[in-house]
């Protein structure tokens, strides 16, 4: 069945009907049909969809706008979902400079047509460094994910070895991805945790290390706000194995958390997000990879990294790549990871949260964090039915609540606390089904006292009356 378009379409490019032919004929083909002749013919329609009538422009807009409004967003809600992506402050200065014209298309650049975007993510990359106490910091990646993962595929080449050790505790689908990532130049060994303490069990870790461990992966704090204060051990039997020393961490932490460079890391990944994004329905994320300025480390690097050097003339400086024969924007299809688009404006966005908090900053949002969320604990605790999964591990931000007590699903106490307007925490049952119902709380510097009273009055009365 042949179709010749005989007008444009208006969203569709190169349907003008001239410009159309005149890239058939280039190709030798008679039809646009002809591109399709390797489809099976069970797999074709083959015959004209059934469409309803096609809105004006209007009436599309105001149908999507009304699919849009059932959502409710953090701002709607009083909201309390971390795991992963959490609501933050984000400075109105974060979102002035990444809008600017020489900054919102940050992908990649060259020197001859750049303003300013070289220096400004050699300055990001500076902060972060800083931050997390390495030398070297690359252009954001996708997410913390993609950074763990490729961080891990990095442990592989330097140590030639083939086995990456993870904590059970990490979150299941980061835990996915990054098998994905990995395989099958990678296997994953996941390390029992401590029933009580929620951290790694250092026996089991021990026991798994062997002679093909290429890294050990941990996060501090991790998924469920865990603060891992076993880093220089586990480091050290990493180090003792001839592994490499991996360590995520959520930056806002380390205002009051000891960098994952004092105890030990040899890489550092993480996520960007809480730096000045908001949450974006799943966007807005970015992953970092840092590591000490040694050369076995920065050759392993697969993405961009931004370096300072004078130039011909006295008293200035430029800005450009280095090392840039290492990247697969050099090497292609020999390259040791296929790198395409960077989160640069992201990492942009990073630098200028740090630049505005400062070391004072940061450590004073660190500490609102850390009161705030054992204010929200200790409440919520009280309730009857309702405990905490681990009592006497320290956190950050992110505690586990457990409901079994109630005899309430959480799926359930969520859907009542939403018709309060309220957000609860991410059900655990599906990823840690062990634990029973149990749920991940998060609370941030945004949330105030009333705020959290709210929330403990709210599931004091679902569990009340079941």
């Known amino acids: 069945m042949t179709r010749t378009r005989t007008f444009a379409h208006p969203y569709i490019p190169n349907t003008v009907p001239e410009v159309q032919a005149e890239m058939l004929k280039e190709i030798g083909l008679d039809s646009v049909d002809q591109l399709h002749d390797a489809i099976p013919e069970s797999l074709k329609l083959n015959r004209d969809m059934k469409l309803p009538p096609a809105m004006t422009e209007h009436e599309l807009r105001r149908h999507i706008d009304a699919l849009l409004a059932k959502n409710k967003h953090g701002g709607a809600y009083l909201n309390f979902l971390g795991a992963g992506c959490w609501q933050h402050f984000v400075p109105a200065v974060c979102d002035e400079i990444n809008q600017r014209s020489e900054f919102v298309t940050a992908y990649a650049g060259e020197p001859y047509e750049d303003h300013g975007r070289f220096q400004a993510l050699f300055e990001y990359q500076s902060l972060i460094a800083e931050l997390v106490d390495m030398d070297v910091v690359n252009v954001p990646t996708f997410d913390w994910a993609q950074a763990a993962s490729t961080a891990i595929r990095m442990a592989g080449r330097i140590t030639g070895r083939r086995t990456a050790l993870l904590p059970k505790s990490a979150d299941p689908d980061k835990i996915m991805i990054i098998r994905n990532y990995c395989t099958p130049v990678m296997e994953l060994r996941l390390v029992e945790i401590d029933s009580a303490t929620g951290r790694i069990d250092l026996d089991d870790l021990r026991a798994k290390l062997d002679a093909d461990t290429a890294a050990v992966y941990f996060e501090n704090p991790g ?45 550092v990944c993480g996520d960007l997000q809480p730096l000045g994004m908001h949450m974006n329905y799943g966007g807005g ?50 390259g040791k990871e296929s790198v395409g688009t960077q989160t640069a404006l992201w990492g942009i966005t990073a630098g200028v949260y740090l630049s505005l908090m400062g070391p004072y900053g940061m450590q004073e949002l660190g500490g609102t964090i850390m009161q705030k969320s054992q204010y929200a604990a200790k409440k919520l605790a009280a309730i009857p039915g309702v405990g ?22 959480v799926a359930e106490i969520n859907r009542r606390l939403a018709e309060a307007g309220i957000f609860g925490g991410k059900d655990l049952s599906g990823g840690f089904p062990e634990w029973g119902q149990c749920a991940l709380y998060c609370v941030t510097e945004i949330h105030s006292k009333a705020d959290l009273d709210r929330l403990a009055e709210a599931i004091a009365k679902i569990v009340a009356k079941p």
């Open 223 to 267: 998924y469920l706000g865990i603060i891992e204060d076993q880093g220089s051990a586990i480091s050290a039997l990493a180090h003792e194995a001839g592994a490499v020393s991996i360590v995520g961490v959520d930056p806002i932490s380390l205002g009051v958390l000891q960098p994952p460079g004092g105890y030990g890391a040899d890489i």
């Open 388 to 409: 905490l999964r681990f009592p006497g591990t320290a956190f950050f931000k992110e505690f586990v609540v457990d409901f079994n007590g109630t005899g309430l699903k």
């Open 285 to 334: 994320q970015a992953g970092f990879i840092a590591t000490r300025d040694e050369e076995t480390y920065v050759m392993e690097y697969p993405s961009r990294l931004f370096g300072i050097v004078p130039t011909e003339v006295e008293g200035e400086y430029g800005f450009g790549d280095v090392a840039y024969e290492r990247t697969s924007f050099a090497l292609r299809e020999k």
